[in-house]
C-alpha cells in the first residue's frame, strides 16, 4: 500500500490546486511580476525574468520530500490559472506550518480564494497532520485579513518589522488557526 500524499491535487467547486510545474513558469513570472498581485508580498521583490519565475518553480517542484509546497489555482471551466497558495516553514514537531497566497487582481472579491484556502486548510489539517496554521498578513491588506478571518483564523496581533524590503521594515498581522477551530 503506498503512503499517502502530503499535497495532493486538491479539488472545489470552481478550481483545482494542484501543485507548480515546469509548464507554469510563464504563468508564474507573469504572476510575480505584476504590481497588484505583489503589492504587499513584502517577503520578495517582484520579478523581472523569467529565470527568476524558473528558479521559483524548481524551488517548489519536490514538495513530498521537501515539506513545502505551492499549489496553482486553475478554473475548472476555462483552465486558466488564477493564482496560488501553499504551505511553507512545516515544523513536524510541533504541527505547524505558514501558509502563503496570491491571486490575480481581477479576481478578488469573488470568493476563489477562500475556497482554495479552505481545501488548502482541510488538507493541512488531514495529511501534514497540523495543529496550527499561521499566516502573516501586510497591514494595509485589508482583503486578506478580511478572507483570513471568514475562514476563523484568529487575529494575534502585530509581528513588528516581519520583512525588510526595499530599504524599509513592514509589520504583519499574526495570524493562526487551530485544528481545533476549523469549521
Not at 500500500?1 to 483545482?16: A, D, N, Q, V, W
Not at 489539517?125 to 496554521?133: A, G, K, S
Not at 516581519?162 to 524599509?168: A, L, S
Request: proline fraction near 2%; charged fraction near 30%.
Amino acid at each position: 500500500m503506498s503512503k499517502p500524499l502530503l499535497f495532493p491535487e486538491l479539488e472545489t467547486e470552481r478550481l483545482i490546486l494542484r501543485n507548480i510545474r515546469e509548464e507554469d513558469t510563464d504563468f508564474i513570472y507573469k504572476h510575480f511580476s505584476d504590481e497588484k498581485v505583489c503589492e504587499y508580498l513584502y517577503d520578495e521583490v517582484n520579478f523581472t525574468s523569467r529565470e527568476e519565475a524558473a528558479e521559483l518553480v524548481k524551488f517548489f517542484s519536490n514538495p513530498e520530500i521537501n515539506g513545502y509546497n505551492r499549489w496553482v489555482l486553475v478554473k475548472k471551466d476555462t483552465g486558466e490559472r488564477v493564482g496560488t497558495c501553499g504551505f511553507h516553514l512545516w515544523d513536524k514537531t510541533n504541527h505547524i506550518a505558514e501558509i502563503g497566497y496570491d491571486l490575480y487582481p481581477e479576481y478578488w472579491g469573488k470568493g476563489y480564494m477562500k475556497e482554495a484556502l479552505t481545501a488548502a486548510i482541510g488538507s493541512g489539517f488531514r495529511n501534514l497532520q497540523l495543529n496550527r496554521i499561521n499566516a502573516f498578513v501586510a497591514l494595509e491588506n485589508r482583503r486578506s485579513c478580511h478572507v483570513l478571518t471568514g475562514l476563523n483564523f484568529k487575529n494575534e496581533g502585530i509581528y513588528r518589522d516581519k520583512h525588510f524590503y526595499k530599504g524599509k521594515y513592514y509589520d504583519h498581522y499574526s495570524f493562526s488557526l487551530l485544528k481545533r477551530e476549523w469549521k
